[in-house]
Nanobody
């Protein structure tokens, strides 16, 4: 099993920044990569960003590309999401997920999830 714990959410004004962190424990060495997803009220969980543990290869949703940056610290089994130029439409609960295989954009390829952290961007 893998345990994931997110931190760093909060309330910020439009144009501001937040940094989210996700700490992985347990059998985290078995993961291929880590992803961030978000879910706004009444909407499906959507892909935000992904990073491969070994290569560091990154992928982003078009809606956040150029504003968000995902990074990893392999020694601490931690993945971070730096969010800049935040917009009200970025408001959601952000979830960290652990992926073993498959398309990193698809929710069903993440068997492990954290509890989520709320990000609210005011206009």
């Amino acid at each position: 099993q893998v345990q994931l714990v997110e931190s760093g959410g909060g309330l910020v004004q439009a144009g501001g920044s937040l940094r989210l962190s996700c700490a992985a424990s347990g059998r985290a060495s078995g993961l291929y990569g880590m992803g961030w997803f978000r879910q706004a009220p009444g909407k499906e969980r959507e892909f935000v960003a992904h990073i491969a543990w070994s290569s560091g290869s990154r992928g982003y949703a078009d809606s956040v590309n150029g504003r968000f940056t995902i990074s990893r610290d392999n020694s601490k089994n931690t993945v971070n999401l730096q969010m800049n130029s935040l917009k009200p439409e970025d408001t959601a609960v952000y979830y960290c997920g652990g992926r073993i295989s498959g398309d990193y954009r698809r929710v069903e390829n993440y068997p492990y999830w954290g509890q989520g952290t709320q990000v609210t961007v005011s206009s």
